[in-house]
DNA sequence: CTGAAAGCGCTAACAT
DNA sequence: ATGTTAGCGCTTTCAG
């Protein structure tokens, strides 16, 4: 808060009027005069009067202020997923105070803290890998215990009973198999994938599976999976030397379709000639103009809003029965 | 704000305690003896007992919270900006705020005011276009009257009266251009540009004619700008196709160099043989992998760093002579 | 239509 | 070492 400003009190003393009326005046209520209200105003004008949000903020017991809690702005989907959020809030008169968790439960579990003791009226949160991987979630189901409105996105576990939005990992797996199957003409498709324990990455596969096996393809060594860039790299690239039959990769990660564009592109300044069809998962593929690329477009901006639609609603009817789970639907593009 | 919880007063009654005693227990004061501390301590954990940060801030006049608003937060500076300012500010014990202007004036001073009403103890700011192009600070010059501390970064102007954080674009653009020719033994270098008022835009310029002079290099002709990204591309491909000494492009945006890549690429698949290098300003070039393009950077969390830390020695000593600019230095990667 | 007064939860100066 | 008290600026009954 920034240094002593022009009051209500103040401004009352110096129009010979009480402060509820200054006040009842400056909320437009119906209880004052046309006049007052008229003197009222403009005296405010004159002396720049702020009003002390935080002071009424304290009296009324609630901020209009929501918390954001992500793992990593830099990456597009989150990035995205705030636009939503902040789009929709600023509509509904909100604002959104966001903290970066940079993947670690630490920063999380005390930035949350931080802002329920008072701040927000509620919070919206994507857990921290760390978070995920140790599967210990008593930082966010004390909050609910509290009484916190909460709702979770992307990222989410059944150990929490809250409001959740995700999107339809298996299903946009399947579909896009099924996509470069069908639309594509692709019958051998490698799935590639960097390791990581994440519930995203297990619905993903089955996915593809599935859709794969529903058209009776095989996908025996088709599955390329690894730990670091460097390592799925490599494989990437011994597979599509060595088996010439391969038309398309579906990438189920961020990198895992960053690998598969460079090595083919590389490959192909080799002389390897077969076409290879690219889909995927990736959200910073805009600058890399790639006209045959398949993006899932996990529609971020609509997971924002729906999430923060879902958290408001839940903040007006403070007892709704039950927790909802949205499923955002999501598209190739 | 949540539901009632669990207040100073309620514990101090069960203990048989004044709430000062509960509070200074709470904050660990030296005047409390260690046996009362525990037992407050443990009631309080029993309870549950959550402060109220909001009364405290109220209380108190500050909220070690600061506000931040940029533009778009889908471009990678600012992205990069806000890690860096989080990052230091989570470091001395303050909290951030985030709110995204969208590039326009009235979204940016709504949200600065909202801020600026008792929830921050200063702002960082990157103003928006509109903002920029209308000239017009007055939402800004008002809070700094009130009393705001303010820091200003990357597009900053003479008209407002605060600490300012900045890259060189000049310099930038000189040893970018200077480079080109002495390291790379470009010689014809031509620059594009999407036009924009901004003040970066003349500056890069100006930096990338004197370094073209200062070689006795010409630059008639080697100036390409255009208003829409189709009209650049259009420029530049018809250029390389008749100026066939041209060796470097120096795009002085990010749209300028994602279209001087593109084109080439494109003509290169067309039979165009020239060598082309290029060189300019990019934050969204990271997974376009090349090799060869030579990246301004603006070491964005060099910036955010700065900032923050400008603004925290402002909020402190309140009466510092004089308002500072820094300048981050860049690199070439 | 206007005013008086209570009080949100906490901190901090000032007793004791 | 512990308690008393005033009050941050505002909203909101309740009285007039």
């Known amino acids: 808060m920034i240094q002593s400003r022009t009051t209500l009190s103040e401004m009352s003393k110096a129009l010979n009027l009480s402060i509820s009326t200054v006040s009842k005046s400056l909320s437009d209520s119906s209880e004052i005069s046309a006049l007052t209200k008229k003197r009222v105003n403009e005296f405010a004008r004159q002396c720049n009067y702020i009003p002390n949000n935080l002071a009424a903020s304290f009296r009324k017991g609630y901020t209009n202020t929501i918390g954001l809690v992500i793992p990593n702005i830099l990456n597009p989907f989150y990035a995205k997923v705030l636009v939503g959020i902040e789009n929709y809030l600023d509509d509904k008169g909100y604002r959104l105070i966001t903290s970066i968790s940079n993947e670690s439960q630490d920063k999380e579990s005390k930035s949350l803290n931080k802002m329920a003791s008072g701040y927000v009226d509620g919070l919206i949160i994507c857990i921290s890998k760390e978070t995920e991987l140790k599967n210990k979630y008593d930082h966010i189901n004390g909050l609910i215990g509290q009484g916190t409105p909460i709702v ?86 011994a597979k599509l030397k060595t088996d010439k039959t391969i038309d398309a990769i579906f990438g189920v990660n961020e990198q895992a379709v960053l690998q598969a564009m460079h090595t083919t592109r590389r490959l192909k300044t080799e002389g390897f000639k077969n076409k290879i069809t690219i889909a995927g998962f990736c959200n910073q593929c805009q600058s890399d103009y790639n006209p045959s690329l398949i993006i899932v477009n996990q529609n971020a901006e609509e997971i924002g809003t729906q999430t923060a639609k879902l958290l408001l609603k839940r903040i007006k009817s403070t007892e709704i029965k039950g927790y909802r789970t949205k499923t955002v639907a999501v598209n190739l593009s």
Chains 1, 2 share one sequence.
């Open 152 to 237: 979770m996105f992307d990222r989410i576990c059944e150990m929490i009973d809250c409001d959740k939005v995700i999107i339809d990992d298996y299903k946009a797996a399947y579909d896009t198999t099924e996509h470069l199957i069908s639309n594509e003409g692709c019958k051998n498709i490698i799935m590639t994938s960097l390791i990581n324990n994440l519930h995203h990455g297990k619905l993903r596969a089955e996915g593809y599976k599935n859709a794969m096996k529903s058209q009776n393809l095989d996908v025996n060594g088709k599955i390329l999976v690894a730990n670091t860039v460097e390592g799925l790299k490599e494989k990437l690239s």
